[in-house]
């Protein structure tokens, strides 16, 4: 069990640029999330997949946001035209079947646009 | 609908015990707790389901009362390692989580 890992853990960007981060779940692993936080909050919902598809998508999540998750394996999560307000740490979870969703966080990917 | 967690920080002496308390508007099917230190990702601490059960992990312990749809987590005999942000997060019709906004607990020597 390696866990879940996400990449990169930081990234840097300039306002307007595109962006993607990757998550690779634990591996028999059906469910991800991903969550965004930010200081002094708690994570924020932003998309689950089961399998390959994508069944909830948070309706704060605006159209410059996507994720997919080909194959039910890993993830990814792009944001296009990255505004400053998107500055957040990038969490992804995994959780199994039967499990009542106990969630197995990735250390995140945080996210400063300048 | 984001739970309501209170206080919003407390600070302890080593031994010294606290209550963290959560409660939703919504009917809930579940509540779950995590900690998260500082720079790190929120680990799991524990489910509660509906039943009003009690649960422990190690000196930490929590309650939850489906009637009043809150939950509350008790730190017995705090030790330093207890130091951190502690989440609810609960789980109503669907699979998801919705977050509470913390909880940040300091124990000193």
């Known amino acids: 069990d390696t866990g879940v890992s996400q990449d990169p853990r930081h990234k840097i960007t300039k306002r307007g640029q595109n962006v993607t981060f990757r998550c690779d779940p634990i591996?028999?692993?059906?469910?991800l999330y991903w969550y965004r936080q930010t200081l002094g909050q708690g994570p924020e919902f932003l998309t689950y997949f089961q399998n390959e598809a994508q069944l909830e998508k948070s309706r704060l999540l605006s159209d410059r946001f996507s994720a997919e998750r080909p194959k039910g394996s890993f993830s990814t999560l792009e944001i296009q035209r990255t505004e400053q307000g998107d500055s957040a740490m990038y969490l992804c979870?995994?959780?199994?079947?039967?499990?009542?969703?106990?969630?197995?966080f990735g250390s995140g990917t945080q996210l400063s646009v300048l | 609908q984001q739970p309501v967690q209170s206080p919003q920080a407390v600070i302890l002496r080593e031994g010294e015990d606290a209550v963290i308390n959560c409660s939703s508007s919504k009917a809930l099917y579940s509540v779950h707790w995590y900690r998260q230190k500082h720079g790190e990702a929120p680990v799991f601490l524990m489910i509660?389901?509906?039943?009003?059960e009690q649960k422990g992990h190690d000196k930490i312990s929590a309650s939850f009362n489906e009637k009043k749809q809150q939950s509350s987590l008790y730190l017995t005999a705090s030790q330093l390692s207890y130091s951190g942000t502690y989440f609810c997060?609960?789980?109503?019709?669907?699979?998801?989580?919705?977050f509470g906004a913390g909880t940040t607990v300091t124990v000193r020597a």
């Open positions: 509660l389901l509906k039943g009003g």
């Open positions: 591996s028999e692993h059906n469910r």
């Open positions: 979870a995994s959780s199994f079947p039967g499990s009542n969703e106990k969630l197995f």
């Open positions: 997060g609960i789980r109503s019709n669907d699979y998801k989580l919705s």
